[in-house]
């Protein structure tokens, strides 16, 4: 009968046997497999077949207004008048001013008339500006020219203000000028507004003389503006 020390010396030899050998890491292994656990994931090179962008900003654009919009045009006009002219009378004359100018059925009579031209800027829905134009006018005596257009209105929201909207819409007009026959475009300016008049002067309009601009009952003094449309 074997002992009991035999016996568990024998069970550790057979235990020894049926072990799995651990695998012996080499020192360098053992270094590069601590750094990799370390050093956090493993960066990947970006793909240069894939091109991840961000949206893209559309930028403005500058069409013909519609007739169905005679409203929006008729609320963007009063909004737009009142942000440039609140101050320039008492309110009861801008208001008034207002109603007569701007309401629906004053734009829709003006987008149903083909001499009558309306543009809008527009971005992503929303309305930045608009452009009137009159072809052909009848200008005061003040302007030398043959067969003029008018300048009727161009506004531009606060927001689109040196955005080189407002050249864009001149050039537009200056267009829409040459191609229906006329030598050049007029306009009338507040006297008081040397902002609109520095830009119009900027861009090759000349004051040729004065008229009254009456809103409500109240008188207020313009420049008459002109440019030929052959002048750079």
């Known amino acids: 009968m074997r002992s009991s020390a035999a016996k568990a010396a024998s069970s550790a030899a057979a235990a020894s046997r049926c072990a799995r050998p651990t695998a012996r890491i080499p020192p360098t292994a053992q270094r590069l497999r601590s750094k990799a656990t ?4 493993r960066r ?12 893209r900003m559309t930028a403005p654009v500058i069409r013909r207004i519609e ?5 929006r045009l008729a609320a963007l006009l009063r909004r737009l008048f009142v942000e440039a002219y609140a101050d320039c009378s008492a309110p009861a004359n801008v208001e008034a001013y207002l109603d007569d100018a701007f309401g629906v059925a004053q734009q829709t009579r003006e987008l149903d008339d083909p001499a009558h031209p309306a543009w809008v800027v527009e971005h992503d829905d929303e309305w930045l500006g608009v452009l009137q134009v009159r ?3 009848t200008p005061p005596p003040q302007v030398d020219l043959l ?3 008018q300048l009727h209105r161009i506004y531009l929201t ?10 864009r819409l001149l050039d537009i007009a200056l267009d829409t000028a040459r191609r229906g026959g006329a030598d050049g475009l007029w306009l009338s300016v507040w006297q008081r507004a040397p902002g609109p008049i520095a830009v119009y002067q900027r861009a090759g309009f000349r004051i040729v003389g ?12 313009d420049w008459i503006m002109q440019r030929r449309i052959d002048a750079a």
Not at 38 to 41: D, E, I, S
Not at 44 to 55: F, N
Not at 158 to 167: D, K, P, S, W, Y
Not at 210 to 216: E, I, L, P, R
């Open 44 to 55: 990947v090179p970006p793909d240069p077949q894939r091109r991840d962008r961000a949206p």
């Open 147 to 149: 067969r003029p257009a």
């Open 38 to 41: 370390t050093a956090g994931p």
């Open 210 to 221: 004065t008229t009254t601009f009456v809103v409500g009952d109240d008188p207020l003094d």
């Open 135 to 137: 072809l052909p006018s």
């Open 158 to 167: 606060t927001a689109a203000i040196g955005r080189g909207l407002g050249r």
């Open 67 to 71: 007739r169905h919009e005679a409203a």
